[in-house]
């Protein structure tokens, strides 16, 4: 375990533990004030006690007040203090463990519904860990104190606080599972109505270019109507409970007072036990009630806490070690000096969609590698494979001789570069979004990568220069620079290996013609793994993999393939692979 994580859990617990000792010593302090506070009311009505003669009493009365005041604001303190931490820890977690997961996990999640889960998700255990939790200590060692404090005093008062002490917590539970179903469905909503929202941001420009932006500000609409009904539904439930839960503890308080008053007044019970029992009992049922009121704040706490540990709980594809992690750096940067190969490679999504199917062929250094076939055949899995974002089932993939899984994986990812169809831009400046690839680059490294990208005459042009802000996903960049802004991390990056998912496929010819020339010159002098959609760029690989259901049906050079009227030829011929001979 990550000693800072370890050194941040013992602090939390240290804090939490102080929550418990401060609430237990709450509970003594309430017992003390309210033993003084009768034996003063006693000597001074009943006895005829001056001032004078209270006043010592007076002095510890108020001393006993101070410090419960003290040990209240000391545990809401220590409380807070412990959501604080766990919050932030929990957020980090949550946030490494995203990342580690990888875009195949991530594109199979809303973003909208998962940045809720990170930020409103954990924002919601706070009142969990502050308010709840606190209470629920609180709530079991103040009235267990006062038991054994009431007692050994008056037997018959203590049987009636025990008696009915189960039923706050017996209308609480009942209420709470109406509670907790409800709050789940609220939180629900919440993560839809993000999900859906934030998926309508980003692709505001396209709604309204095809007219459906008042449709989704009516579905918006719709789906915010829903979110207050249910958030009305769960303070409903919440405020009816609250009712119940202080028309419990008021009867029962007075059931309390009754019989003390009847006993008091048949000379059975001294004046000062009796006052003692009857300012206690409203002090046995206040942390019952308040938990009751702050049970909300559990349930949602709860609803919250099972979205975060599911999200948590999903394992990760590639181990985040390895039996290689002694590799030092001369050795990582030896790697990929001879081949890759890929043995018996076996691989299904969500166990029952089978992506590979027995996947074999060798990638040898500085060979550029051309993968074909149709939509579905398993290219997408098989950069997924090497970048590694998931983990074969079955087979292996070997690197210079070592299993690929073997090596650690930060090793493994300094040697390749990856520029996808769609790239990923942040809404942050142009360098930042370079920088990416290597985030120690010096401004003139990334300058000299963006001109080998035909990016930097652009750049210049902007009034901000580098410093300019390409909003979320590029908003304000064309298909074009954007391709030309990755193709521009990648040559930054300088890796040995690249795996292109052929960017010029979704551009006009003008735009694929100047974006050809940069990402020729990015693939010399490296091993390159091209996801073709082009014959333009099939016609330069030195390999071809032909792929369909998740096999390897041929391999070879295009003018071989072209002649073996195999499935090769008929993609060639029947426009599976998109125009453009050089």
């Known amino acids: ?39 003063i009311i006693e000597q001074v009505f009943l006895d005829g006690q001056a001032l004078a003669g209270v006043t010592g009493d007076l002095t510890l009365l108020l001393g006993v007040i101070g410090l419960r005041a003290a040990a209240a604001m000391g545990s809401e303190v220590a409380a807070g203090s412990v959501a604080v931490r766990v919050k932030t820890d929990l957020r980090r977690v949550l946030f490494d463990h995203v990342l ?34 606190p209470q629920l200590i609180v709530a079991t060692l103040v009235p267990l104190t006062i038991l054994v404090a009431v007692f050994p005093i008056d037997l018959l008062s203590a049987l009636v606080l025990l008696l009915t002490a189960p039923l706050i917590p017996l209308f609480m539970i009942l209420i709470g599972k109406a509670a907790e ?54 303070l409903r439930v919440a405020f009816l409970s609250a009712l119940v839960l202080e028309l419990v503890a ?26 003692f029992v009857l300012i206690l009992a409203p002090e046995f049922y206040l942390p019952l009630r308040m938990l009751g009121a702050r049970f909300h704040a559990g349930a949602a706490g709860g609803s919250a806490a099972r979205r975060i540990f599911e999200v948590l709980t999903t394992p990760l594809a590639a181990p985040q070690g390895g039996l290689a992690r002694t590799l030092v750096d001369s050795e990582a940067r030896r790697l990929l000096t001879e081949s890759i190969v890929f043995r018996d490679v076996h691989y299904s999504y969500d166990g029952d969609r089978t992506a590979l199917r027995g996947v074999s062929f060798e990638i040898r250094a500085g060979q550029k590698v051309a993968l074909v076939g149709p939509s579905g055949a398993g290219k997408s899995t098989l950069a997924n494979l090497l ?136 693939m010399r002098g490296r091993t390159v793994l091209i996801i073709a959609h082009r014959l333009s760029t099939v016609y330069q690989a030195d390999q071809i993999v032909v792929l369909a259901g998740g096999r390897v049906v041929e391999t070879g050079r295009h003018d071989a393939l072209a002649r073996s009227q195999g499935l090769y030829h008929q993609l060639a011929t029947a426009g599976g692979l998109g125009e453009g001979e050089p």
């Open 1 to 39: 375990m990550d000693r800072n994580l370890l050194r941040q859990a013992r602090i939390a617990w240290a804090a939490l533990g102080l929550t418990v000792g401060l609430s237990g010593l709450g509970g003594l302090l309430a017992v003390l004030q309210a033993w003084f506070l009768s034996r």
């Open 387 to 522: 970048l590694r974002f998931v983990e074969p089932d079955r087979g292996e993939i070997v690197v210079d001789g070592r299993p690929l899984a073997a090596l650690p994986l930060a090793a493994w990812r300094d040697q390749l570069a990856w520029v996808p169809q769609m790239p990923h831009l942040f809404h942050s400046t142009i360098v930042a979004n370079i920088r990416l690839a290597r985030p120690d680059a010096s401004l003139d490294e990334v300058i000299e990568a963006a001109r080998h990208a035909g990016l930097h005459d652009f750049i210049r042009s902007l009034p901000q220069g580098y410093e300019t802000i390409v909003g979320e996903r590029g908003a304000r960049l064309s298909s074009g620079q954007a391709q030309r802004l990755a193709l521009a991390r990648a040559f930054l990056k300088d890796a040995p290996l690249l795996i292109l998912d052929e960017p010029t496929s979704s551009l006009d010819p003008e735009n694929e013609a100047r974006l050809q020339a940069s990402t020729d010159r990015l």
């Open 250 to 275: 008021t009867i029962s308080t007075a059931i309390v007072a009754v019989e003390i008053s009847l006993r008091l007044l048949s000379g059975r019970i001294g004046f000062q036990q009796a006052l």
């Open 181 to 234: 179903a409800l709050t789940g469905r609220q939180y629900e909503l919440l993560s839809r109505l993000s999900a859906h929202f934030l998926d309508i941001l980003q692709g505001l420009t396209t709604l309204k270019l095809l007219g459906q932006s008042e449709v989704q500000v009516t579905m918006i609409g719709r789906i915010s109507d829903q979110y207050r009904v249910a958030t009305m539904r769960v």
């Open 100 to 133: 580690a997961l990888g875009p195949t996990y991530t594109r199979g999640e809303r973003s909208g519904e998962l940045t809720a889960t990170l930020v409103e998700g954990v924002e919601v255990l706070d009142a969990y860990f502050s308010q709840y939790l």
